[in-house]
């Protein structure tokens, strides 16, 4: 079966690459036995497309520049794949219904493929679901993948190491207003874009990218030879978006000559493998009965400082790895 | 014998102090059991301390700051521990020669305790040593603990979430003259001081510290109603150092007040569990036979793109966990 749905995969077929995430997404045991082969089936298909990671917190405008960005995209002849990453996927009615609006001219887009979060996500899987997701759509001869997350959470750094050019879009604010963003993303970025410069708030995106044009030639540069952009964008009228492809065209071409694009790749093969053993090894010591029966109590212990973590820990361990 | 330690550590003394932090840096299994008693012990005696991170990039002259700032903190009544904390430590001799010399007139002081890192210390560790070095430093009386880190490294951020405060040590330069920084450090910073602040650097310091406390101010803060102070200091003529105290002694008032304290030490407490217990689960992990004898090769495989991480991860774990 999964040599068949690799087949249709790899014709281009959305909803065969529908499917294989959804795949990829189960927990179920003969679920993941049936993902690692497709995963297997598709490898040497892989690895051709940029990645894009997109973030920003939120009242960016993330969605509707994604959507310009996209229909941009598609005019320059671009193959397009976006997959949402939304661990904390806990939102209300009204965010769930825009949720199903969103980026509905895109969506309609021949050469585009969306897909949203998986509701109830749980966050340790997200970089694991979210690099495979990667893969199946390169398979699937995309030859641009964004990853979008909500640049609140855990989640943003995992994502920047599995993406090729992370990509941070800012609304025309600074400081106290950007109480959604985790710390240190905006150094993490290697592109910053500041949306809604259209109407009333045109002056103030202009300013915005100014300052944190100033503000980024203070911090180590992210690839030598890259001066972090800095751009006032509209979502709105489409301002900027070429110069934004542009700025991706360039970054890959100065990855690839200076020998990063093969370096990074093999770096973030081997974080992946580590990152799967290590939430392979947490899940079976959760999951083990003598280890589940005693966490609650030993963490509220170490929490109130009754207990050093070194002594509960090794306890634990001693329990978990003695069976 | 550890409990005589403790008692002994109790009364301040120094020795007991350095002999008690080689045994919880020492990786033999008796020493560890022995120093997990120790620390059992000591621990109803610990947190009082303000614990303060410090960091910058090499030349930002953090050895000299640390000395000028200690003295100033020796004459404001207090008593100080300096760990520092350098997992990356192949340097040459003329390196380990000018540590010896590091902080003179410093170590010579009554009220100051300074533990240089450890030699050819592997960073699987640092976090625990550094942890519990910090709760026997507390035991032992000293009320201001400052955590020194090189700043490039993986330890800064592990290192950023043991302590209660930030600094970072800037020389004064900025973007690619930055290279030895790791991204996303000068964000975490709860304090920026840009040292050299004299002689024909000072006009320059001044700039740079006008310079990032203006690009702070784009950033998100980094606790509610803190905007992160940006100083000039020199470490030579102490200009600006009084100043760094009453931060540190503003911030740890906020810090209590705001009810954060509380709970980032309890947070802290569940973090260190955790990453004890992912410590503990992959050095059993890499240590098992059946997989010390495959890893290289794995690891390999993956890198070039031959294997994909999931599947490669899925059967070292079958072979570690159905033993």
Not at 282 to 308: C, K, N
Request: proline residues 4%; glycine residues 10%.
């Amino acid at each position: 079966m999964a040599d068949d749905l690799a087949a249709t995969l790899r014709t281009g077929d959305r909803r065969a690459l529908a499917r294989a995430i959804t795949l990829v997404e189960s927990t179920r045991a003969d679920h993941r036995a049936e993902a690692e082969r497709l995963i297997a089936a598709v490898l040497p298909h892989t690895g051709g497309a940029t990645r894009l990671g997109i973030t920003g917190p939120p009242g960016a405008g993330k969605s509707t520049f994604i959507e310009r960005f996209g229909l941009d995209g598609v005019e320059r002849g671009k193959k397009l794949a976006v997959l949402a990453v939304d661990p904390a996927s806990k939102r209300g009615g009204g965010a769930i219904l825009g949720d199903k609006t969103r980026m509905m001219e895109l969506s309609r887009a021949e050469a585009v493929f969306i897909r949203p979060s998986p509701a109830g996500a749980a966050t340790g899987g997200v970089a694991r679901r979210t690099r495979e997701a990667i893969l199946l759509c390169e398979a699937a001869g995309f030859d641009t993948v964004i990853v979008e997350t909500v640049g609140a959470g855990q989640s943003e750094t995992s994502v920047a190491e599995l993406v090729d050019m992370f990509v941070l879009l800012l609304p025309p604010a600074a400081g106290d207003e950007l109480q959604g963003l985790k710390r240190g993303v905006i150094e993490l970025a290697d592109l910053v874009l500041i949306n809604k410069a259209d109407g009333e708030l045109l002056d103030h995106a202009n300013r915005a990218a100014a300052d944190y044009a100033n503000a980024l030639r203070l911090v180590p540069p992210s690839l030598r030879g890259w001066q972090v952009p800095v751009r006032a964008v509209s979502a709105l009228t489409g301002a900027g978006v070429d110069a934004v492809w542009e700025d991706v065209a360039r970054f890959r071409v100065l990855l690839e000559t200076s020998g990063e694009w093969v370096r990074r790749r093999a770096l973030q093969a081997r974080a992946a493998l580590w990152a799967e053993i290590g939430d392979g090894l947490r899940e079976a010591f959760r999951a083990a009965p003598e280890i589940a029966a005693r966490l609650a109590g030993i963490e509220r212990e170490v929490m109130s400082g009754a207990r050093t973590s070194a002594e509960e820990a090794r306890e634990l361990l001693r329990l978990f790895l003695v069976r």
